[in-house]
């Protein structure tokens, strides 16, 4: 008998001026501690960062990213569905080791997918798109915690190699702070040039 696993996809950082847009994919095992899990922006980092930790632990997922120059070029909707469908290949990659690990076949599974939003992605499993998923399904909350996760890292990253432009507090939103150090030093190398800042 063929069983079927609902899968969550989120983004993160479709509002931001600089950096990439990310996106995770989440299939959670049937023993995965829910109530640890919420739409990350309700979570704070701590809580984030060990739901990330443990999600990365027991459940299957994937994680991509598309960066701040394709944002520019394809725009943010596009890459916000492109990053989605990269996350859930990446997770669809490591789907059939997952699987073996916990004495389950490949052959015996299908997956089915729930995003974020308006929008669906173009992937190959039936998905739908529902606006507020991500305070609606365990997997999607924890998409989202991968995304978010994922995303404020590259942009301490960033803060490393840009000084000045305080990537490390902002992320890359849209803040006086943010707007300032654009406007003092001129756009950073991971500026979204196609957004006002």
């Excluded at 979570?43 to 990365?56: V, W």
Aim: proline content about 6%; charged content about 25%.
């Amino acid at each position: 008998m063929v069983k079927t696993f609902l899968v969550g996809l989120d983004e993160a950082g479709r509002g931001p001026l600089a950096g990439p847009v990310t996106a995770g994919c989440v299939l959670l095992p049937d023993d995965f501690p829910v109530e640890i899990l919420n739409d990350s922006k309700k979570l704070s980092e701590k809580k984030r960062e060990a739901a990330e930790k443990l999600i990365k632990e027991k459940a299957c997922w994937g994680f991509a990213r598309v960066e701040h120059d394709e944002i520019d070029r394809i725009n943010i909707l596009q890459a916000s569905l492109k990053a989605m469908s990269l996350a859930y290949g990446d997770m669809m990659s490591k789907l059939p080791s997952w699987l073996e690990s916990r004495g389950e076949n490949i052959a015996d599974v299908q997956t089915e997918a729930v995003a974020d939003g308006l929008y669906v992605p173009d992937i190959s499993c039936p998905v739908r798109a529902e606006a507020k998923a991500d305070g609606n399904y365990p997997q999607v909350m924890a998409a989202s915690i991968i995304a978010k996760v994922g995303r404020d890292r590259i942009m301490k990253e960033y803060d490393a190699l840009y000084p000045g432009y305080g990537y490390a507090g902002h992320k890359g939103y849209p803040t006086k702070a943010h707007r300032e150090a654009c406007r003092t030093l001129g756009p950073s190398p991971i500026q979204r040039l196609s957004f006002s800042y």
